[in-house]
């Protein structure tokens, strides 16, 4: 893949498991942002993103959300001078829209998004550019969750957050992934091991890695020499989680993106 004249990705190969919580990995440069960009459409790309069976290479991205994909970009993408409540709204997918396309169509659950997230709806009518950074992210992370989508990506979603909020915003990925599988971009190893059964590891824009997510941190080398870190010491962030089911169950994501 060519951006502005630089090849950032030269061969990026990798599935999202059907159930759970799948991490996307890599040191700072490694191309997890532009693989993300590149399966919703948001950067030029080649290769082969299928959904559920369902070719996504080919489409625009507003075709791709159409499909069942939330995604909680890296800067959030709030928008400033709207309310909260006007935010979310913009998310809505209208009855329909999933029509054809895989997606499926219905109410928005802003039931599930208030209870998760109470805070968005005691400031439903102040600007979303007066919030905190933590605030922000419960906007973009409750964008995800007001349709029935079959896969969130979550990019960087702890990146600037108080340990506190990264706690509450652990608790929330770990609830959506109970119902709908996620694909999530973290540098906080912790929370990583908390949460993702399976992993990516990306470098240098190429596949490195793929596997248990617990194996590969347990592993002080490979930890190491694919993400810069060791991983000697026990991480914090509770029981491990399940990885995907050793059955033919198929992924729900499978992304072959070339350069």
């Known amino acids: 893949m060519v951006i502005d004249g630089l090849h950032i990705l030269h061969g990026v190969d990798f599935d ?7 991490a996307l ?11 993300v960009k590149a399966v919703m459409g ?22 791709v959300v159409r ?13 400033a001078g709207l309310t909260v409540a006007e935010n979310l709204r913009l998310a809505e997918r209208a009855a329909g829209s999933g029509s054809g396309s895989g997606g499926e169509a219905g109410e ?30 419960m906007v973009a992370i409750g964008r ?42 973290e ?16 470098a240098d824009g190429r596949t490195a890695h793929r596997g248990d997510t617990a194996e590969l941190l347990a592993d002080e080398e490979a930890a190491r020499r694919l993400l810069g870190v060791g991983s000697r010491h026990p991480l914090a962030g509770g029981p491990r989680p399940a990885a995907a089911p ?7 994501v499978t992304a072959e993106v070339k350069p």
Do not use: M, W
Not at 45 to 63: A, D
């Open 16 to 22: 999202v498991a059907p159930v759970g919580v799948t």
């Open 25 to 35: 990995l890599g040191r700072n440069g490694a191309g997890k942002t532009t693989t």
């Open 42 to 63: 948001l950067v030029p790309r080649t290769g082969s993103i299928r959904l559920s069976g369902s070719e996504l290479s080919s489409l625009p991205t507003h075709l």
């Open 67 to 79: 499909h069942g994909i939330g995604y909680a970009p890296e800067d959030r993408g709030i928008f």
């Open 108 to 137: 928005p659950n802003y039931a599930l998004v208030h209870e998760l997230f109470p805070e968005l709806k005691q400031r439903a009518g102040q600007l979303a550019g007066t919030l905190s950074g933590g605030q922000q992210q």
């Open 144 to 185: 995800t969750l007001l349709n029935r989508n079959r896969l969130i990506i979550a990019d960087e979603p702890t990146k600037g957050l108080a340990p506190k909020i990264v706690a509450e915003v652990a608790e929330v990925l770990a609830r959506a992934a109970e119902a709908v599988p996620v694909l999530l971009v």
């Open 187 to 202: 540098q906080n190893l912790a929370l990583v091991r908390r949460l993702a059964g399976t992993c990516a590891v990306l």
């Open 246 to 252: 050793a059955s033919p169950a198929a992924p729900v």
